[in-house]
């Protein structure tokens, strides 16, 4: 599971993704971005295996 969280002081989105407890952690693979395009395609190919199992 991910969260997508915008701040609007930065104008950006950030990418949480959550662990078994469920609390929500950031992921750092991918920094905060003005669009949620990047975002998506990081959770999307997955390299970590964490959003997809």
């Known amino acids: ?5 915008y701040t609007a002081k930065d104008k950006a989105w950030t990418s949480y993704w959550r662990d ?3 609390r929500f952690h950031l992921y750092d693979r991918v920094g905060p971005s003005s669009t949620t395009e990047d975002l998506l395609d990081e959770i999307d190919g997955d390299p ?3 959003f997809w199992g």
């Open 1 to 5: 599971m991910t969260r997508l969280r």
């Open 48 to 50: 970590t295996h964490i």
């Open 20 to 22: 078994c407890n469920p």
